[in-house]
């Protein structure tokens, strides 16, 4: 019973074969096709994966760059803010150098001129002495040609009586005034320092 079922079902099988030929063709090209869709798919698989690398290799090579240039960045603001303020400090130490500095000329040159000041007040009081000084030796100027010439005056008496004979003086200054000797002449002192400081001050026109 058994082998004849077989049989049986070998030949079932085998008209069936004979009898769709078209549905065997068409279940080939499905197949074939479902292959070629399997290999398209890995095939794009593959390049979206190769894709996928290079864009997070090219994202890391970013990122690397960027964290570059945000130290870099980072760097540069620290060195900006360091230069600001050592500029902002210099420009406060030349404004306090500048100011100290005006102060000082101010208070030199308030010195300068309370001493101008008191320079010319001195060489005010300078000239005005001077001038008095000037006027007192006119004076004293005064006052010794007043007596070289009266000098002179008494000398030329006392030359004049000298020399002319006793006989020929009149009677009052024969009698009055005493005929004064060379000696009494040489030996005056103040006599010969009055003569000799006439002679000195005021010589006599040639």
């Not at 010794?144 to 004979?165: F, G, N, Q, W």
Request: charged share 35%; hydrophobic share 30%.
């Amino acid at each position: 019973m058994p082998p004849k079922t077989k049989d049986k079902g070998r030949k079932a099988g085998a008209q069936k074969k004979k009898k769709n030929p078209g549905a065997d063709v068409e279940a080939e090209g499905k197949h074939r096709l479902v292959l070629l869709e399997k290999e398209l798919l890995r095939d794009q698989l593959a390049l979206r994966r190769d894709e996928a690398r290079r864009a997070k290799a090219s994202e890391d090579l970013l990122k690397q760059r960027l964290q570059g240039l945000e130290a870099e960045l980072g760097r540069a603001r620290s060195e900006g803010k360091a230069i600001y303020a050592e500029m902002s400090r210099q420009q406060w130490a030349l404004q306090e150098k500048m100011e100290t500095q005006s102060k000082q000329l101010e208070e030199e040159t308030k010195i300068l001129r309370e001493q101008l000041e008191t320079c010319q007040k001195e060489a005010e009081a300078a000239r005005e002495e001077a001038e008095q000084a000037l006027k007192e030796q006119d004076q004293v100027l005064a006052q010794l040609r007043a007596h070289v010439e009266d000098m002179e005056a008494k000398y030329e008496e006392i030359i004049h009586v000298s020399t002319t004979p006793r006989s020929q003086l009149p009677r009052t200054q024969h009698s009055s005034v005493p005929t004064p000797s060379a000696s009494m002449m040489i030996d005056n002192p103040r006599e010969r320092k009055s003569i000799a400081t006439g002679a000195l001050l005021f010589p006599e026109d040639n």
